[in-house]
Structure formats: C-alpha cells, structure tokens
C-alpha cells in the first residue's frame, strides 16, 4: 500500500517561493508514476507535473512551466516540488500523487490512467 503525506503549504506573497514535500512509502519513487495535482475553489483538478518511475518529467501544465520543478531525495523517500515566482493564480490545495506504471509503451505516467494514491493535500495560498 502506497502512502503518500504533502507538507510545506501556507501563505506567500506573489514572487515568491515554496517547496512542497511529499513523503512516499520506500519503493514508490522506483516503481510508480508519481505527479503533483492542484485543484483551486470553483475549478477542476489539474495535473501540474507528472514523472516516471526513477525520474523524467513527461507533462509539465503550461501555466507553471519554467517556474515549478521537481526534485528527489531517496533518502528521505520524498518527493519536493519546488515553485518559483509565484502568481495568485497558484492558489490551490496540492495534492502528491501516485500510480503503478502499465508497461512501458503507450503509459507514459500522465493521466492515461488515474491516479489512486493520494496524499491529504497542502494548501498553498498567493497573496498579492
């Protein structure tokens, strides 16, 4: 069973910066797509970053490009996503997720399949 525990939200000014952890039983990060979601008051829940299994970004949503990334301590098994210049339109509850990869061809850890092992969610909150 994959557990999955986010940290790191709170209040910044917009311009700011703020690393999200997302602690992950061992084992996830080698054998599980792994991706960050947020999902703001009124909207839909959107994939941000999306990784393969060991690393290698394959979706990055086009309003954090340049500006989100993701990194990895094994360990500590936790996953950051580390965002720069942030912009109010960044408010959201974050969410780390998780999912076996099927196969190698065709799944390339985005939303072809859902996700099913969610952490609790950490709000983030831009102040401008």
């Known amino acids: 069973q994959v557990q999955l525990v986010e940290s790191g939200g709170g209040s910044v000014q917009a311009g700011g910066s703020l690393r999200l952890p997302c602690a992950y039983s061992?084992?996830?990060?080698?054998?599980?797509?792994m991706a960050w979601f947020r999902q703001a008051p009124g909207k839909e829940r959107e994939a941000v970053i999306t990784?393969?299994?060991?690393?290698?970004?394959?979706h990055y949503a086009d309003s954090v490009a340049g500006r989100f990334t993701i990194s990895q301590d094994n360990a500590k098994n936790t996953l950051y996503l580390e965002m720069n210049s942030l912009k109010a339109e960044d408010t959201a509850m974050y969410y780390c997720?998780?999912?076996?990869?099927?196969?190698?061809?065709?799944?390339?850890?985005?939303?072809?399949?859902?996700?099913?092992?969610w952490g609790q969610g950490t709000q983030v909150t831009v102040t401008s």
């Open positions: 061992a084992g996830t990060y080698s054998t599980h797509c």
């Open positions: 997720a998780a999912r076996l990869r099927i196969g190698i061809d065709g799944d390339w850890c985005r939303e072809e399949r859902p996700y099913n092992y």
């Open positions: 990784i393969l299994p060991r690393g290698g970004v394959t």
